[in-house]
T-cell receptor, first 111, second 112 residues
Framework: RKEVEQDPGPFNVPEGATVAFNCTYS??????FFWYRQDCRKEPKLLMS?????NEDGRFTAQLNRASQYISLLIRDSKLSDSATYLC????????????WGAGTKLIIKP | DVKVTQSSRYLVKRTGEKVFLECVQD?????MFWYRQDPGLGLRLIYF???????EKGDIPEGYSVSREKKERFSLILESASTNQTSMYLC???????????FGEGSRLTVL
């Protein structure tokens, strides 16, 4: 079993729709969680951190469920520019040396 | 803005050649990383460095070495390239253990 698992997709979603995807992690000792975004043929960029209480940044909402060991990302009112691969990242310690990366979920927003 | 620059976007090398991939960051970050990214797999850490002349093995260090002689520069070396090292190589830096890494644009290496 992979330490961090994501549905690879692609998720094909019409513009304006709401889309959500999850990421499961296997290590219950994981302490911090992140979503990165990677555009086609580009480098990953931090989208948002995921806090225990959940957090929202504009149209994006991230949530953590420790009991079931998954994090989620919800995108409301999706835009064409949201098309990208979303990478889930989990840290078992408070150290960037221990980041475990999911393989990513590909999202395609269609007009 | 933080800028991480990788020396080559695309390289084609032959089996057995020595390959240097260079990475420079301009934000005085302590931590620097080399990852490789392959389809269907998450980013895998090759080596990282938390200070000048300091280096630590990541998850897949075999076949690679690194050098960090100056704070801003972190080089990845493939002593004898092999076809299974064909991949996208990503360099990153971070100031502290915040979980935020700043990546370069990547170097796509093909080994024939």
């Amino acid at each position: 079993r992979k330490e961090v698992e994501q549905d690879p997709g692609p998720f094909n979603v019409p513009e304006g729709a709401t889309v959500a995807f999850n990421c499961t992690y296997s290590n219950s000792a994981s302490q911090s969680f992140f979503w990165y975004r990677q555009d086609c043929r580009k480098e990953p960029k931090l989208l948002m951190s995921v806090y225990s209480s959940g957090n929202e940044d504009g149209r994006f909402t991230a949530q953590l469920n420790r009991a079931s060991q998954y994090i989620s990302l919800l995108i409301r009112d999706s835009k064409l520019s949201d098309s990208a691969t979303y990478l889930c990242v989990v840290n078992t310690r408070h150290s960037n040396y221990q980041l475990i990366w999911g393989a990513g979920t590909k999202l395609i927003i269609k007009p | 803005d933080v800028k991480v620059t990788q020396s080559s976007r695309y390289l084609v090398k032959r089996t057995g050649e020595k390959v240097f991939l260079e990475c420079v960051q301009d934000m005085d970050h302590e931590n620097m990383f080399w990852y490789r990214q392959d389809p269907g797999l998450g980013l895998r850490l090759i080596y990282f460095s938390y200070d000048v002349k300091m280096k630590e093995k990541g998850d897949i260090p075999e076949g690679y070495s690194v050098s960090r002689e100056k704070k801003e520069r972190f080089s990845l070396i493939l002593e004898s390239a092999s076809t299974n090292q064909t991949s996208m190589y990503l360099c990153a830096s971070s100031p502290t253990n915040t979980g935020e890494l700043f990546f370069g644009e990547g170097s796509r290496l093909t080994v024939l």
